[in-house]
């Protein structure tokens, strides 16, 4: 068999295609909402036909309620995921950002701190000698010695004066600066710090709704379980407690978001400041 010599290339293609596709897949994260299988809707459109008008009515009105608000907790997944992932990419560059305080500035004046000490280092070394000249001139009582180099030592201790002035006023400015970005930064990561109460209230939420979330998964089973027998009564029981959970569910999402709302607020807030 002749291999068509374009087959390799569309090969890959079709391998580069599937490897970009499953990089690039988002897996779902939001639970599926409770909603009755063809079984259950089935009992469950029977008991409504069977019962009386009121309570048939009931069981249809409180089911279509129950799907609503599953459908806003959907939404209200949906608000927060995209929400807390732009918070996330937001507060990431503001603490770079806050990384980057004065840098430049920094940079600088600690270069030029260097580079003035570098330059006057032959003047130091310069100075030591002639100093210790001095001293051992002295030591053996050489006037002719003493006298040509204390002139000479005399200069340089000024220009050394001079330059050691230069170099602490160098390491002032840069200590100075050093100083002041560290307070910036300070304050940055204070008001940043707003984030974890936050952050504590939108945990404490989703512990919450994580216990009614399960009150919710025993109910549907008594649901289920009434559907099986035939139990208008209890069903449209059950069915009412599972709205109510799920309207408690719906509440704690709410002030997630609202908490979301709030560290936005506080990024941004942040972001001024460094501005």
């Given at each position: 068999?002749?291999?068509?010599?374009?087959?390799?290339?569309?090969?890959?293609?079709?391998?580069?295609?599937?490897?970009?596709?499953?990089?690039?897949?988002?897996?779902?994260?939001?639970?599926?909402?409770?909603?009755?299988?063809?079984?259950?809707?089935?009992?469950?459109?029977?008991?409504?036909?069977?019962?009386?008008?009121?309570?048939?009515?009931?069981?249809k009105?409180?089911?279509?309620?129950?799907?609503?608000?599953?459908?806003?907790?959907?939404?209200?997944?949906?608000?927060?995921?995209?929400?807390?992932?732009?918070?996330?990419?937001?507060?990431?560059?503001?603490?770079?950002?806050?990384?980057?305080?004065?840098?430049?500035?920094?940079?600088?004046?600690?270069?030029?701190?260097?580079?003035?000490?570098?330059?006057?280092?032959?003047?130091?070394?310069?100075?030591?000698?002639?100093?210790?000249?001095?001293?051992?001139?002295?030591?053996?009582?050489?006037?002719?010695?003493?006298?040509?180099?204390?002139p000479?030592v005399?200069?340089?201790?000024?220009?050394?004066?001079?330059?050691?002035?230069?170099?602490?006023?160098?390491?002032?400015?840069?200590?100075?600066?050093?100083?002041?970005?560290?307070?910036?930064?300070?304050?940055?990561k204070?008001?940043?710090?707003?984030?974890?109460?936050?952050?504590?209230?939108?945990?404490?939420?989703?512990?919450?709704n994580?216990?009614?979330?399960?009150?919710?998964?025993?109910?549907?089973?008594?649901?289920?379980?009434?559907?099986?027998?035939?139990?208008?009564?209890r069903?449209l029981?059950?069915?009412?407690?599972?709205?109510?959970?799920?309207?408690?569910?719906?509440?704690?999402?709410?002030?997630i978001?609202?908490?979301?709302?709030?560290?936005?607020?506080?990024?941004?807030?942040?972001?001024?400041?460094?501005?």
């Amino acid at each position: 068999m002749i291999m068509n010599p374009r087959w390799p290339i569309l090969l890959a293609s079709m391998l580069l295609a599937v490897i970009i596709a499953a990089g690039t897949a988002v897996p779902a994260v939001h639970a599926a909402p409770f909603e009755l299988t063809v079984t259950y809707k089935t009992a469950f459109d029977k008991m409504t036909a069977s019962a009386d008008k009121t309570t048939a009515a009931k069981l249809k009105q409180q089911y279509a309620d129950l799907l609503a608000s599953q459908k806003q907790e959907v939404s209200w997944d949906t608000f927060i995921s995209g929400l807390h992932s732009r918070n996330t990419t937001a507060e990431t560059a503001v603490r770079e950002k806050i990384k980057q305080v004065d840098a430049a500035k920094l940079e600088k004046l600690k270069s030029e701190a260097d580079k003035t000490r570098e330059k006057y280092a032959d003047l130091f070394e310069l100075y030591d000698k002639m100093y210790s000249q001095l001293r051992l001139a002295k030591s053996i009582d050489s006037k002719t010695a003493v006298a040509l180099l204390k002139p000479q030592v005399d200069s340089l201790k000024i220009a050394v004066a001079i330059a050691r002035d230069d170099i602490r006023g160098k390491d002032a400015a840069y200590k100075a600066a050093k100083t002041a970005a560290a307070k910036k930064i300070a304050a940055y990561k204070k008001t940043l710090e707003g984030i974890e109460s936050y952050e504590s209230k939108i945990k404490t939420a989703k512990a919450t709704n994580s216990s009614t979330k399960k009150l919710f998964d025993a109910e549907a089973r008594i649901v289920k379980d009434a559907l099986k027998k035939g139990d208008s009564k209890r069903t449209l029981g059950s069915l009412s407690k599972l709205l109510a959970y799920s309207k408690q569910i719906n509440e704690q999402k709410a002030k997630i978001y609202s908490f979301e709302g709030q560290i936005t607020a506080i990024i941004t807030a942040t972001g001024k400041q460094i501005a």
